[in-house]
T-cell receptor, first 111, second 112 residues
């Protein structure tokens, strides 16, 4: 089946630790996105990539990093510089003129 | 500042009681407006894309409409399985990038 796969579903991070969230798509979409969702707030854009080997910062990129070495993959690293990382992270991909299609999310908790 | 405002924040309906959700937006050049459904702990599920004022889209009990300043998601004779958070998002051209801004959503509860 075509779709977007995020893993893991749940992730726990210790203070000062970097963690990487996986996002893979087999929809052949060029554009991929990472969003963060917090209670009572709309989805906020962390990073986006429109083509392989290129990506741009979104509205809340500080403390995060990404790579786009393959069209299918867009992993997100939450670094120790991100002071409030506990959130629900959503990966999406899109191909014009349709809207974005989302994965099932990764819930990250700092322990 | 570009904004997407959804109302109400929460809505409780009896099964079969039709209603509408609102999404108002202020963007400089709308490229598309999207509606999503999100169940707790899951990613948003794409419902509709609207591109121009006057456009309408339907899917089962849902109908989305668009004007120059707002969109409505009409729910006709809802069922308990329609309970979810409904998100609205607008897309605009910004520096060569198709920027998408989300509202905070309307949490719908349909009571049997």
């Amino acid at each position: 089946d075509g779709g977007i796969t995020q893993s893991p579903k749940y992730l726990f991070r210790k203070e000062g630790q970097n963690v990487t969230l996986s996002c893979e798509q087999n929809l052949n979409h060029d554009a991929m996105y990472w969003y963060r969702q917090d209670p009572g707030q709309g989805l906020r854009l962390i990073y986006y990539s429109q083509i392989v080997n290129d990506f741009q910062k979104g509205d809340i990129a500080e403390g995060y990093s990404v790579s786009r070495e393959k069209k299918e993959s867009f992993p997100l690293t939450v670094t120790s510089a991100q002071k409030n990382p506990t959130a629900f992270y959503l990966c999406a991909s899109s191909s014009r003129p349709l809207g974005a299609f989302f994965g099932q999310g990764t819930r990250l908790t700092v322990v | 500042e570009d904004q997407v405002t959804q109302s109400p924040e929460a809505l409780r309906l009896q099964e079969g009681e039709s209603s509408s959700l609102n999404c108002s937006y202020t963007v400089s050049g709308l490229r598309g407006l999207f509606w999503y459904r999100q169940d707790p702990g899951k990613g948003p599920e794409f419902l509709f894309t609207l591109y121009s004022a006057g456009e309408e889209k339907e899917k089962e009990r849902l109908k989305a409409t668009l004007t120059k300043k707002e969109s409505f998601l009409h729910i006709t004779a809802p069922k308990p399985e329609d309970s979810a958070t409904y998100l609205c998002a607008v897309q605009e051209e910004s520096g060569g990038y198709q920027k998408v801004t989300f509202g905070i959503g309307t949490k719908l509860q349909v009571i049997p």
